[in-house]
C-alpha cells in the first residue's frame, strides 16, 4: 500500500491529485477500482479512460487533462508501470541459507548471502556469488557459475560449464547446456558427436520456464547481456544470441544460428542452422527463418488463417501454383502476338 | 480379470454370449485374442469385425448381427471402451501418507489422506486436499491449491498461488504460474513486469507433460472445468479457456488469449495474443490464428505437403503472388476491351 | 593431450607429419591453433585449408597434398572427428554407487556397478543393469529397465514399465511413459481412457532435454534401436519410429504414427496421427505430415519467408488462389474460342 505521493517518489514522476491517497494494487484500465492504479500510453484509450474508476492512472502529461481521477505523469507510461509492478510485488520470499537437505559439493564455492532450496545440487566446482537463489530440486553441474543476484527457479537443470551473469533468472525446467544435436553417420548408424563446449549467458538474462539452450560442440553457446527468452524455447548448439533479443515462446534455433542485437522473434518462429540475422530484425509469429537476413525490418511466412473448406480450396492450388503461372504466361505470350486469334 | 457379466454389470451394458466368458485384456480389434476386449463404432469396421479373434466386443445394438464373437451393446462404444478401460488400469497405486524425505511445511493445510511422493517440497499455505496424490520431487508453492482427487506426477513444479481443482491431473514437468512474458522497453533494454497474477484451474483438468501455465500479470490466468491439455502446450498469462476444450500437443497460445468452450486446437497450433475464440471452434493442425473467431466451425492455415523439389518450384510462386493476380487482372481488362488486339 | 602417432592409433588413422605432435583440443578450422585438431570433408574447405593455424587436420587423402600441416587421413572425416570428440570427452565423471540421498527401492533390481545420484527415485520393480547412470533427482518408475551402460541426466522422469535397452542417452527433463492424449467425448465432457501400455526403446537412443514420449493406450510406443531425438520433441502414444531414425527439436508425431528407419524429420516439423512415412525419408524443417509417405525422398510444406510488407501483399492473394485459378481458367476458355472478341 503507497500513497500517491510515496508512488510518485518511488517512480520519480511528477503526479496531480490527492498526495494521500491510498493505492493498494494494479489493474488494468477497464478493471481498477478506487484504490487501484491503472495506465494508459496513448490517446487510443481516452474514451477508457473517460470512464474508469481507477483511483490513480499513469498517463502521458498531454492526457493528464482528460484524466478524471489522480494521476501520475509518465512520458513513457509502459514503463512506468513495469516500475510499479515491482513496488507490488507479491511473490514469496526465498528462505536464506542453504536448506538441510540440499546437497552442496565441500568443493563449491558458495557465497554466504544464497538461497539454496530443498533437494537442490551443487555439485563440485560451482560458484554461486551473493545474492544467487537456487531453488528447491535444481542441479548445477561442475564448475558452473551462477553471476550476484541470479535466481534459478525449481527443478532446472544446469549441466556442467554453464556459466550465467548477474540478475539472471531461469524458470522451472529450464535446461541450460544438454548436449547439443551432433552426430556423424557411421557404418553401423549415428556416433554421437562428444559436445565438448559449455554455455556462456551475460548479465540481466531471463530464462522461460521449460526452455532449453544446449551447450556449445566446440566452443560455446553464447547469450548477450538482456536477452529474455520465453517459455518452451529451443536454442541450439553454438547459437549466438545478442544484446536485449526477445524471443517468445515455442520458437525455436537450429545449432549455430547468429542473432543480432535488439531482435524479437515472435512465437514460433523457427530458424534453420548456421544462418545470421542482423540486428533489429522483427520475425512475425510460426515464420520459417530458412536463410540469413542482412536488413534489418519485419519478416515473416505463412498464409493466413480461414474457413476449412476453403483453406482446403486455395490449398490445393498452391501445389498447382507453378504450373498456373505458366498457363497465365502462356495466355500473355499468346495475348501478345498481333495475328492472335 | 472380469467375466462378461460382470463387465456388463460394471459398464451398465447389455450383453449377448456367454456370461462366464473372462476378460483379460483390452486390445485393438485386429489383435485381439479370445481373452481380450475390443470395440468397434460404426459399419466401417465391419469387415474387420468379421475376422476379429476378439472374445468380446463393444459395438451398436445394430451391428450385434454381424458379430461373430461374444458383444457389449453400447450406442457409445468408444466411450464405454473409454470406462472399460479403468476397469483393467495398471498403473501402481501411489504410496499412502507422507514420504518421509519429503519437506512439508508445517503451515501448508495438508489432510490426513493424502500421497507426498519422496523429495516433494509443500510450502508454506499450500493446500492439499483429500485424495490428493503429489509425485516425488514435486514443488507445490506458498498458498497453491491441490482439491480434492488431484494428482501431480513427478518433477512437475507449482509455483505460489496457483487453484487446482478436484480430479485434476499434472503430468511429469508441466509448470504451472512461472512468470508470463512480460516485459517493458527501457533505456537499458527490457525491464521486468512483475507478473502479479496466479493460476485458476477447474475440476477435472488434465495437462500433460512439459506443458506450462504462466500465471497472470494482473488478475489470473483461467482454465475452466474439464480442460484437457496435451504435453508441451504453453499457455501465456492471463489466457482464459472455456469448458471442455482440448489443446493437443505443441499449440501454444500467446498471453490474453480467450478460448470458448468445447473447442479442439490440434496440434502444433499457435494462437496470437489478445484474440478471443468462440465456442465449439476447431482449429487444425500447424494453423496460425492472428485473429479472432467469432463463428463456431473449423479453421485452418498451412499448405499441403509436396515432395520438396516440387515444394520448392510452387513455393517461389508463392513470392509472385501478387504480381501474378496483377497480371491476371490486366489480361482480363485487355480481354473485355472490345477494340483488343 | 595425445599426441599425432596416439591418435592415429586410437582413430585407426594414417597420418602426414610429426609424430610426436601434441594435439590438446578439437577445434573449428578457422579457429583452429597449432595444438588443435580440425578437419575438412572436402574440396569446398580447400581455401580454408591452405590458410589454417591448425596443428593437425583430419581429410581425405586426395587432400593431403594441399595440407600445410600435419594430417590424418579419413575417407570419412566427419566420423573421424566424431570418434576424436570423444577422446577429448572433458564431461565430469559421474561418482559410482548410489548417493545416500536417493530413495532406492529394496524391491528394485540394481547391478552393483551403477550411478545413482542424490534424491533420485528408484521404484519397485525397476532394473538397472551395469554401468547404467542415473543423474540427480530422475524418477525410475515401477518395472521400468535401464539396459546396460544407459544414462539419464537431472531431474529426467521415466513413468513405470517404461524399458531402455544398452547404451541409450536421455537428457534432463526427458519424460517417458506420460499419459497419451486419450479421451472419448462423454455426457459431462471428456472421459478420460486410461493408458495402458507402456514404451519400449531399443539400443543407443539417444532422447533430448524436455522431449516427451507418451505410454501406449494399449500396446506400447516404440523406439528402435539407434533412434536419435532432439530436444523439445513430442511422440505421441503407440507411434513407432524405425531404427536409426532422427527427428530434430520442436517436432510433433501425433498418436499412432509409424515412421520408418534412416528417416529425417528436421526441427520444428509436425506430423498428424495414424499416417505412416516409409523408409529413408527426409522432411524438410517445420512441414506439416498430413498423409502417408509411401515413396523415399524429401517433402516439404510451408511458405517462403519475405519481409512482412511483400508477405502480406501475397498472403492475402493465398486465399484467392481458388478464384484466381478459375479466372484464368476462364481467360483460357475465352481464348480458345475461335469467335471471341
New interface residues.
Given amino acids: 500500500m503507497y500513497s500517491l505521493a510515496e508512488l510518485a517518489d518511488r517512480l520519480g514522476l511528477e503526479f496531480a491529485g490527492d498526495a494521500g491517497r491510498l493505492v493498494r494494487?494494479?489493474?488494468?484500465l477497464e478493471?481498477a477500482g478506487p484504490d487501484e492504479l491503472a495506465f494508459v500510453v496513448n490517446r487510443k484509450y481516452l474514451s477508457q479512460l473517460a470512464t474508469t474508476r481507477a483511483g490513480v492512472v499513469i498517463l502521458p502529461p498531454e492526457l493528464a487533462a482528460h484524466c478524471p481521477c489522480d494521476c501520475l505523469l509518465s512520458e513513457?507510461p509502459?514503463?512506468a508501470?513495469?516500475?510499479a509492478?515491482?513496488l507490488?510485488?507479491?511473490?514469496?520470499t526465498p528462505a536464506a541459507g542453504i536448506?538441510p537437505?540440499a546437497?552442496v559439493s565441500a568443493e563449491a564455492d558458495i557465497h554466504s548471502q544464497v538461497s539454496v532450496?530443498?533437494?537442490a545440487?551443487i555439485?563440485?566446482g560451482a560458484v554461486l556469488e551473493a545474492g544467487v537463489v537456487v531453488?528447491?530440486?535444481v542441479?548445477v553441474?561442475?564448475a558452473s557459475r551462477l553471476g550476484a543476484g541470479t535466481r534459478v527457479?525449481?527443478?532446472a537443470?544446469i549441466?556442467?560449464?554453464v556459466w550465467l551473469g548477474r540478475n539472471c533468472?531461469v524458470?522451472?525446467?529450464a535446461?541450460l547446456g544438454?548436449?547439443g544435436?551432433?552426430?556423424?553417420?557411421?557404418p553401423?548408424?549415428?556416433?554421437?558427436?562428444?559436445q565438448?563446449g559449455g554455455v556462456r549467458i551475460g548479465d540481466?538474462v531471463?530464462i522461460?520456464?521449460?526452455s532449453?539452450v544446449?551447450r556449445g560442440?566446440?566452443?560455446h553457446t553464447e547469450l548477450a547481456?538482456?536477452v529474455?527468452i520465453?517459455?518452451?524455447v529451443?536454442i541450439?548448439h553454438n547459437c549466438r544470441i545478442g544484446?536485449?533479443t526477445?524471443i517468445?515462446?515455442?520458437a525455436?534455433l537450429?545449432g549455430s544460428t547468429i542473432i543480432g542485437a535488439n531482435c524479437t522473434l515472435a512465437?514460433?518462429v523457427?530458424v534453420?542452422g548456421h544462418v545470421e540475422i542482423c540486428d533489429d530484425v522483427?520475425v512475425?509469429?510460426?515464420?520459417?527463418?530458412?536463410?540469413s537476413i542482412t536488413r534489418p525490418?519485419?519478416?515473416?511466412?505463412?498464409?493466413?488463417?480461414?474457413?476449412?473448406?476453403?483453406?482446403?480450396?486455395?490449398?490445393?492450388?498452391?501445389?498447382?501454383?507453378?504450373s498456373?503461372?505458366r498457363?497465365?504466361a502462356s495466355?500473355?505470350q499468346?495475348?501478345k502476338k498481333?495475328d492472335?486469334?
Fill in positions: 494494487a494494479l489493474a488494468p478493471e513513457q509502459y514503463l508501470f513495469a516500475r509492478s515491482r507490488f510485488d507479491n511473490a514469496p536448506h537437505t546437497t532450496g530443498a533437494h545440487v555439485e563440485p531453488g528447491a530440486g542441479y553441474g561442475h527457479y525449481p527443478n537443470v549441466y556442467h560449464d533468472v524458470h522451472a525446467q535446461v544438454a548436449d544435436f551432433g552426430f556423424a553417420p557411421g553401423a548408424g549415428w556416433e554421437k558427436i562428444c565438448l540481466g531471463e522461460g520456464a521449460g532449453t544446449d560442440a566446440l566452443g547481456d538482456g529474455i520465453d517459455n518452451q529451443q541450439g544484446k536485449n526477445a517468445a515462446g515455442c525455436g537450429a512465437g514460433g523457427g534453420v522483427h512475425t509469429g510460426m515464420t520459417m527463418v530458412t536463410r525490418g519485419s519478416y515473416s511466412s505463412g498464409t493466413p488463417m480461414s474457413s476449412t473448406r476453403d483453406w482446403k480450396r486455395n490449398a490445393v492450388r498452391f501445389s498447382q501454383l507453378d498456373i503461372q498457363r497465365l495466355l500473355e499468346r495475348d498481333p492472335k486469334g
